[in-house]
């Protein structure tokens, strides 16, 4: 129960009370605090290995509702909130990421159970399919598992390769798309279009500055509507030998990335949310 209990709060707070959460034997750290890893670990055990009850006395409790902005004397005295005295901050993981986008843009399907997917299904990325020799690309950027060897912890990097993939994924254009057409039924206003937007995404209203910024990028782009190229189509090689009337016409190639609205409000909405989804408020739990 206290492997578990650890993992739970690791998953919660960035790291464990057993700093060495793939090793809680000899050789991996001492708890912190370990009287409370104890508690939780009896209590754990006696609610019936509820996880759900165990994650919501975690994030319900004053350690994690904290400000994740360290004082003076915090950050002298404990740097690297080893004895948590501030509030967690960590960066969402490749799946929270993709699923956070589906469910702010009201797209995600929310089934319970059954065989893998695609990626393109929309359901939870747990569900997605996975290949152990080829991954998706857009999960191995956000630091997920190859499957290919064990891997107890994941890396937890913030490269420029990942703001790339919230701003040019199909997936996620396609979910900026729909969370624009979904905020832009809410409210007449573009300042409540994006701020309901920026809730949705980023769980919180937006803060003055951050709104006006904001604001000012629909501005720009409702008088330059953004416009996606389609990818270009492959020229059709003849086919000599098959009589005419049994060629096929040669399909259309898809377009590298999903058309943007004919309207330049909607299209500049869907640029914000798009922005929004590659912001650093979206990606990271504070």
Not at 68 to 96: C, F, H, I, Q, W
Not at 253 to 268: E, F, I, R, V, W
Request: proline share 9%; net charge positive; hydrophobic share 40%.
């Amino acid at each position: 129960s206290r492997v578990i209990v650890n993992r739970l709060w690791a998953q919660v707070f960035g790291a464990g009370l057993v700093a060495t959460s793939e090793n809680l034997g000899m050789q991996g750290d001492l708890p912190t605090h370990p009287e409370l890893l104890d508690t939780l670990a009896v209590d754990f055990v006696r609610s019936g290995w509820n996880t759900k009850a165990m994650l919501r006395r975690m994030v319900l409790s004053a350690t994690f509702r904290q400000s994740s902005t360290p004082t003076a004397e915090a950050r002298e005295k404990d740097p690297a909130n080893k004895y948590l005295a501030r509030g967690p901050v960590l960066r969402l993981t490749s799946e929270m990421v993709r699923d956070q986008a589906l469910l702010a843009s009201g797209t995600l399907v929310e089934k319970v159970g059954g065989e893998s997917v695609q990626e393109s299904a929309r359901r939870r990325s747990l569900y997605t399919y996975r290949k152990r020799t080829a991954p998706p690309d857009s999960m191995l950027i956000f630091d997920a598992g190859s499957r290919e060897v064990c891997q107890p912890k994941r890396l937890n990097t913030n490269t420029p390769l990942q703001a790339l993939v919230l701003l040019n994924n199909p997936g996620f254009v396609e979910s900026a798309k729909n969370l624009a057409t979904r905020v832009s039924r809410s409210s007449p206003d573009p300042a409540a279009q994006i701020a309901e937007a920026f809730r949705l995404v980023c769980t919180r209203s937006p803060r003055p500055a951050e709104l006006a910024a904001l604001k000012e990028l629909y501005v720009t782009q409702k008088a330059n509507p953004p416009q996606f190229a389609p990818a270009p189509s492959p020229t059709p090689k003849p086919d000599t030998k098959a009589p005419e009337k049994t060629k096929k016409k040669p399909a259309e190639a898809p377009s590298a990335l999903p058309k943007m609205p004919a309207d330049p409000a909607l299209a500049a909405l869907t640029l914000v949310c798009s922005t929004i989804l590659a912001s650093d408020a979206a990606v990271t739990s504070r």
